[in-house]
């Protein structure tokens, strides 16, 4: 069985940082790209980044460029999103998502989610 | 704004049918497929269409999709209550290297 599980946030000062984690089991995690895609309290889903499966082409939404960054760690089954200089605008639940291929947004399995708030 | 236009609300029926439109421009529903998936409160999106019309395995034959030019289109038929949530379009944009969601349909089975 697929399962995505993230951890990770929590509470977060403006202008901190945050890493957050996602395990994955039951599939052959070097052999899919993964991404994460965020949705702010009643609001709609965002695309976050995109990752391939050998961590080689990394894709970033403008809204996070230059202040998050997506990796991955193949032989641990893990995929990672380091968040810096955290805005209140960045208050979302943060999902992992595996991509059934790259460059096209089909996600066919999600993690429950991990909330990431603005402390202030 | 979203990149892709969805309705905001639907309503329809028990057992009725509805669709849901997705639309946008050549750079992303223009030359790429589309994907189509199902929020229920409290949950994580579920994949209920990709490349445009296919099904993952469990996904029930009431819901369908296609694609014409710039735009896509969810239907459901057979309505029922448990199909209430919110329903999100979802593509590539190879101009903005970007993935994109429409702005998200609340259906409602009233």
Same mark, same amino acid.
């Given at each position: ?7 990770? &946030? ?6 901190? #940082? ?5 395990? +994955?089991?039951?599939?052959?995690? #070097? ?24 961590? #080689?082409?990394?894709y ?14 193949n032989?641990?089954? #893990? ?6 200089s955290?805005r +209140? ?9 595996? &991509?059934? +291929? ?19 | $704004? !979203?990149?892709?236009? $969805?309705?905001p /609300? ?9 669709? =849901? /439109?997705? /639309?946008? !421009?050549?750079?992303? =529903? ?17 994949? %209920? ?7 993952? !395995?469990? =996904?029930?034959?009431?819901? /369908? ?10 239907? =459901?038929?057979? %309505?029922?209550?448990?199909d ?22 609340? %259906?409602?089975?009233?």
């Amino acid at each position: 069985e697929v399962q995505l599980v993230e951890f990770g &946030g929590g509470l977060v000062k403006p202008g901190g #940082s945050l890493r957050l984690s996602c395990a +994955a089991s039951g599939f052959t995690f #070097s052999s899919y790209s993964m991404n994460w895609v965020r949705q702010a309290p009643g609001k709609g889903l965002e695309w976050v980044s995109s990752i391939s499966s050998s961590g #080689s082409y990394i894709y970033y939404a403008d809204s996070v460029k230059g202040r998050f960054t997506i990796s991955r760690d193949n032989p641990k089954n #893990s995929l990672y999103l380091q968040m810096n200089s955290l805005r +209140a605008e960045d208050t979302a639940v943060y999902y992992c998502a595996r &991509g059934l +291929a790259w460059e096209l947004l089909h996600l066919d399995y999600w993690g429950q989610g991990t909330l990431v708030t603005d402390s202030s | $704004q !979203s990149v892709l236009t $969805q309705p905001p /609300s639907v309503s329809a029926a028990p057992g009725q049918k509805v669709t =849901i /439109s997705c /639309s946008g !421009s050549s750079s992303n =529903i223009g030359n790429k497929y589309v994907s189509w998936y199902q929020q229920l409160p409290g949950t994580a999106p579920k994949l %209920l269409i990709y490349e445009n019309n296919k099904r993952p !395995s469990g =996904i029930p034959d009431r819901f /369908s999709g296609s694609k014409s030019g710039t735009s896509a289109t969810l239907g =459901i038929t057979g %309505l029922q209550t448990g199909d209430e949530a919110d329903y999100y379009c979802g593509t590539w944009d190879s101009s903005l290297s970007v993935g994109v969601f429409g702005g998200g349909t609340k %259906l409602t089975v009233l």
